[in-house]
T-cell receptor, first 112, second 114 residues
Framework: KAGVTQTPRYLIKTRGQQVTLSCSPISGHRSVSWYQQTPGQGLQFLFEYFSETQRNKGNFPGRFSGRQFSNSRSEMNVSTLELGDSALYLC???????????FGPGTRLLVL | GDSVTQMEGPVTLSEEAFLTINCTYTATGYPSLFWYVQYPGEGLQLLLKATKADDKGSNKGFEATYRKETTSFHLEKGSVQVSDSAVYFCALSDSGGSNYKLTFGKGTLLTVNP
């Protein structure tokens, strides 16, 4: 069974631009969560989607948004990028959100 | 709110040494507890988990026991290998609630020397 896949793996953007990251969950998983990992703040929860509905959101500004499609694939978008948005963005999937979450390899975003 | 505290690293050991990484938690409800491992340049891999008090999770020689009375989930391995060098994260999920998220500790960098 294929694992969680994330595209692209690496991304370089400049301040003020926007970016869209994609995540394909494990087949049959309907919950997708996103996390931001930085050296200073560690792993922080961004949001979680299930059946195209956002069920929980972390403490991030409105520039961070996401969505989920009917096939459970998910995207997250960051608008008006800031230097501090440089991070590894991890996507995780699970059957319904309350069981074990399985992580993808992440997208490393560098904002210049 | 929920929180996880794990021992500060880095931890440096010689091959075949005994490993303990301490993890304690604060949570409402009845959390499930996890250890994830992150190798350089990669995402998180589930190492082991426990879903209720007194459960022992184990995998690849690593073990951790869910201790409700001490709110702890310490990770142990009897004999570490160079290939165990990685960052280890303790995490909890409030499976009795509806927040659908993992709360992580800050991670512990383990380096094993030959």
């Amino acid at each position: 069974k294929a694992g969680v896949t994330q595209t692209p793996r690496y991304l370089i953007k400049t301040r003020g631009q926007q970016v869209t990251l994609s995540c394909s969950p494990i087949s049959g998983h309907r919950s997708v969560s996103w996390y931001q990992q930085t050296p200073g703040q560690g792993l922080q929860f961004l949001f979680e989607y299930f059946s195209e509905t956002q069920r929980n959101k972390g403490n991030f500004p409105g520039r961070f948004s996401g969505r989920q499609f009917s096939n459970s694939r998910s995207e997250m978008n960051v608008s008006t990028l800031e230097l501090g948005d440089s991070a590894l963005y991890l996507c995780a999937s699970s059957f319904s959100g309350t069981e074990t979450q399985y992580f993808g390899p992440g997208t490393r975003l560098l904002v210049l | 709110g929920d929180s996880v505290t794990q021992m500060e690293g880095p931890v440096t050991l010689s091959e075949e040494a005994f490993l303990t990484i301490n993890c304690t938690y604060t949570a409402t409800g009845y959390p499930s507890l996890f250890w994830y491992v992150q190798y350089p340049g990669e995402g998180l891999q589930l190492l082991l988990k426990a879903t209720k008090a007194d459960d022992k999770g184990s995998n690849k020689g690593f073990e951790a026991t869910y201790r409700k009375e001490t709110t702890s989930f310490h990770l142990e391995k009897g004999s570490v290998q160079v290939s165990d060098s990685a960052v280890y994260f303790c995490a909890l999920s409030d499976s009795g609630g509806s927040n659908y998220k993992l709360t992580f500790g800050k991670g512990t960098l383990l380096t094993v020397n030959p």
